[in-house]
């Protein structure tokens, strides 16, 4: 384990610079929801439990298999830490839609059915704007969950405190080697090399990958002032034509002439299996489907400029939940340095908390990587870009 962990960590600081900070497949980006597929169990009777009825509580989460063998390991971590508290799993699978999930809590909310035995919920800046919108999360303080305090304050200040960045991953471009041998640098270059070869590069549907987002909205905002990517007006969308046009030109030249796989997995299978030669992907996917064979040594990763969006992944506290004692402090065992070393293990990713508060030697690993990553805040934007894209150029 502990010589995998290195490898994956100086694979990592081989990116460019660009890739990381401080910290998200990415993603990230909120791209890994579904409907829920397996459960645990269902919300315990109190918040106050006792050695034989400990208090439980229903976490919902959503992500590839990766993630799942996370919360499979930190679950039983912090249990038997705190053997007076159930976490109760529900698994949600990438790419089958978070939206039912999302529904329940709104629906149970309006009809004063309290959480909807949804208590604690992980996912993506998208969901975490839609619920503060709607009210549906609570407001959270390092009084309550001291760990916060090691977060970092800006990624607090862009959620306005209603949600936990516990993880985060970069979008990068991954490439057969054995195929190019010298892969684009920059977005321009990127594009031109698209064009130059046609159907060796894929990117996936977007609403159903954050992969596939990143590449989109990183094109849109290509030409846009730095500070458009931290704003969620909706009179943004008028700035967005020459991206889509560009998205649109690019559909000839991209995987069956404007096929677009779903989910993150999706164009990652084309790449293995040698159908593509170039796509963008979560490098915490890429890291650990190197590790696991599954993809072969040939493939390699890259940061471009300016860099793909990532950022992290979100934990929201229901705010109906009458759990939120026990949630707390499940949370504040999240953001602890021991859980946050599994994260980077586990996820091949880059930890929730501020470097300063892991140990050295994680801080020595993450050295040169820790600077000039891109986050895009734009809240409700996201789904309006997905639902412009299937108009403008998945039905073209």
Avoid at 49 to 62: K, Q, R
Avoid at 152 to 170: C, F, G, L, Q
Avoid at 210 to 218: D, E, K, L
């Amino acid at each position: 384990m502990k010589k995998k962990f290195g490898w994956t960590l100086l694979a990592v600081a081989g990116l460019s610079a660009s890739l990381l900070a401080g910290c998200g497949g990415g993603s990230g980006s909120g791209d890994k929801s579904a409907s829920a597929a397996s459960s645990t169990g269902t919300s315990g009777s109190s918040e106050t439990g006792t050695s034989a009825s400990p208090t439980s509580f229903n976490f919902y989460f959503t992500g590839s298999q990766n993630v799942k063998d996370l919360w499979d390991t930190l679950e039983p971590m912090f249990e038997k830490e705190h053997p007076d508290i159930d976490v109760k799993m529900v698994y949600i699978p990438s790419g089958t839609g978070a939206e039912p999930t999302y529904d329940r809590i709104i629906a149970a909310k309006k009809a004063g059915k309290g959480s909807g035995d949804i208590d604690l919920y992980e996912d993506g800046i998208t969901y975490v704007a839609e619920g503060t919108k709607d009210g549906v999360w609570t407001k959270l303080s390092a009084s309550d969950i001291p760990n916060l305090a090691n977060v970092d304050e800006a990624t607090m200040k862009d959620v306005d405190d209603y949600a936990v960045p516990y993880r985060s991953s970069a979008v990068v471009l991954a490439y057969d080697s054995s195929k190019v041998t010298a892969p684009p640098k920059t977005l321009d270059e990127l594009i031109a090399w698209i064009k130059a070869n046609p159907e060796q590069f894929a990117y996936n549907d977007p609403s159903t990958g954050g992969s596939g987002s990143s590449f989109v909205q990183t094109i849109l905002y290509k030409d846009l002032p730095e500070e458009d990517i931290h704003n969620s007006d909706p009179s943004m969308m008028k700035k967005w034509d020459a991206g889509f046009n560009l998205l649109k030109e690019l559909g000839s030249s991209v995987y069956g002439k404007g096929i677009y796989p779903k989910k993150n997995q999706g164009t990652l299978d084309l790449l293995m299996n040698g159908e593509v030669s170039m796509i963008p992907a979560w490098s915490d996917m890429v890291l650990q489907q190197l590790n696991e064979g599954l993809l072969p040594d040939t493939i390699k990763m890259q940061q471009i400029t300016p860099g793909f969006n990532g950022g992290p992944t979100y934990l929201m506290v229901n705010q109906e939940s009458d759990k939120k004692e026990a949630i707390n402090q499940f949370l504040n065992f999240v953001l602890s340095p021991e859980a946050q070393a599994v994260v980077v293990d586990k996820m091949n990713g880059f930890p929730g908390i501020k470097l300063s508060n892991m140990s050295q030697e994680m801080q020595d690993k993450f050295a040169g990587v820790s600077e000039g990553f891109r986050t895009f805040n734009i809240g409700d934007l996201g789904t309006e870009i997905n639902k412009r894209w299937q108009s403008d150029v998945a039905a073209q």
